[in-house]
């Protein structure tokens, strides 16, 4: 093993975001350090009226092929990778004029920052860093003699190592070659994908996924798990985009819960109307559009207000005073929007633990991408559930053809029951959630559930009363059997909104003739487990 301490003589630093650099690097000056640097790198750093040599000094190659070969040379690499404490190494170096390269400060071309602005083939390409990523994995392989800086932040620990105590610390080097292994395989996992996304394929050979860490959790669903926020690079409004105005420190499940409430409100144009939906454990309690948010609300609530204590709120419009007032006289954990006015902020204010966050947009309900689950071994990866049903995609199964108002109906309670854990039933009436029954073994029980809060909600609103008479029912998945169907037609749905498809479909269609019901099918299934 090597002195723990390692000294810094030398650094090569070659950067994108310059942001710090100018003051990071006088430190390493003032400390003695000999800089070397790349291109526009060493043009602001020699602006500045610091010494720093050019790298072609140390390889004898000028930068060539616009800047696409600059590092990639034994005179830089065998910098980085020789052990100190090898004679033969040492040998090698002397015997090729090789000078050691003690702490390298590189961060990458803006690849995924081009991806995210949509910027053309070719651009993204040009921004595919190589040099970076070579020099970057070479310092981490030697950092029992290098230390290996991927961001200011892991200057900044090094410089105060290096000022406090002469050089850099192993256990320095460790973390923060650690930390530039998972970087590097993040940046190449954001090529591949975009890669594979461009060359539409659904399931490359090899799948990577990379994530730079936006929040260390208290914990995970329950205080004896660890937990972890990461964002990907997805250019998608929503909890990875949120500026937080107030309230306590989101949790695991706040997150979790927030993105369900999100993802579901994108699902109406703000243009068209005001949207709110209540979500409590991943699900909906409460759904409505209205001509503003107070209104839509004040439907949403009335649709199971037992439950929406304590929940989470999303709205598709930019919050205002008159919606966060209504929002504010009950508890209410988490409020998200595109945006929020001063009234609005001010009203939630009083609320210190009320966490109010703004996405700066909507997410795309219809926008392609992918999500992941793991499985025991492994990872489970599929797109991203976009799709959609319209007027023009229901077929008409039944002997009664619905009216405008009941298509008006089904199509809401179904988009709503794309948002609902699996069996789900949704009853919907008038742009507003009925009754919603979820997570149930059976599509029976979630019919009966959703019945039940349907009429604990009427008898216990003052206002917009929710009314199961003449309202649609929506299935995520087809009924296997009649007994679903009828158990909605009990409560008093009068049109049926499901996939279609099941062995008994003749049978649930007889059913619904007898009882006078209209049914379309969707061919679409909205299963979410």
């Not at 709120?313 to 929020?340: G, H, S, Y």
Request: charged share 25%; with cysteine; net charge negative.
């Amino acid at each position: 093993m090597t002195t723990d301490i390692r000294p810094v003589r030398r650094a090569l630093i070659s950067v994108s975001d310059k942001a710090g650099l100018i003051e990071q690097a006088r430190a390493l000056a003032q400390a003695g350090v000999d800089l070397v640097s790349t291109g526009g790198t060493k043009a602001a750093i020699a602006a500045a009226g610091l010494a720093v040599r050019d790298v072609s000094d140390i390889t004898g190659f000028p930068e060539m092929m616009d800047g696409r070969v600059k590092t990639l040379h034994p005179g830089v690499h065998g910098g980085l990778l020789a052990r100190r404490d090898r004679l033969d190494h040492m040998a090698s170096m002397q015997a090729h004029k090789i000078e050691e390269i003690d702490l390298l400060y590189v961060n990458l071309y803006p690849f995924e920052a081009s991806v995210a602005a949509g910027k053309p083939w070719d651009d993204c390409i040009e921004n595919i860093d190589i040099g970076g990523p070579a020099m970057l994995r070479a310092a981490s392989k030697n950092h029992e003699f290098v230390a290996v800086c991927t961001d200011a932040d892991d200057l900044s620990a090094a410089l105060a190592e290096f000022t406090e105590k002469g050089g850099t610390t192993l256990a320095l080097r460790k973390r923060l070659a650690a930390k530039t292994y998972a970087r590097t395989a993040a940046y190449d996992a954001a090529i591949s994908n975009w890669f594979s996304e461009q060359l539409g394929e659904e399931a490359p050979a090899w799948r990577a996924v990379g994530g730079k860490l936006k929040q260390s959790l208290r914990y995970g669903e329950n205080p004896h798990q660890s937990a972890a926020f990461y964002v990907i690079g997805e250019n998608r409004p929503g909890v990875a985009t949120i500026r937080q105005l107030q309230g306590k420190e989101l949790s695991y499940n706040n997150l979790n819960d927030t993105d369900a409430a999100y993802e579901l409100v994108a699902e109406f144009d703000p243009a068209k109307a005001a949207a709110v939906a209540i979500i409590k454990h991943a699900n909906p309690c409460g759904v409505a559009v209205g001509k503003d948010l107070l209104e839509a609300y004040g439907r949403a609530l009335a649709c199971d207000s037992v439950s929406a204590f304590g929940g989470i709120v999303a709205v598709n419009r930019k919050l205002d005073r008159a919606a966060a007032e209504a929002i504010a006289q009950i508890f209410t954990e988490v409020v998200i929007a595109p945006d929020a006015d001063e009234d609005a902020i001010a009203v939630f204010a009083k609320k210190k633990n009320l966490r109010l966050l703004v996405a700066g947009g909507l997410p795309d309900a219809s926008a392609p991408g992918f999500t992941a689950k793991t499985v025991a071994g492994g990872m489970l990866v599929q797109s991203r559930d976009a799709g959609r049903v319209t007027c023009e995609t229901l077929k008409v199964v039944t002997k009664r053809a619905p009216t405008d108002a009941e298509i008006t109906d089904m199509l809401f309670a179904f988009t709503i029951a794309k948002h609902v854990k699996s069996n789900a039933i949704v009853y919907a009436k008038d742009g507003q959630t009925v009754g919603i029954g979820a997570g149930q073994m059976n599509r029976r029980d979630s019919a009966r559930i959703a019945a039940i809060r349907a009429t604990e909600a009427a008898e216990a609103a003052t206002d917009y009363k929710p009314v199961l008479k003449g309202c649609a029912c929506a299935s995520d998945a087809f009924f296997p059997f009649a007994d679903g169907l009828l158990q909605a037609a009990e409560a008093g749905a009068t049109a049926v909104i499901q996939p279609g498809g099941s062995m008994r479909d003749e049978e649930v269609i007889k059913a619904a003739d007898d009882a006078g019901l209209a049914m379309v099918f969707t061919g679409m299934r909205h299963f979410r487990h």
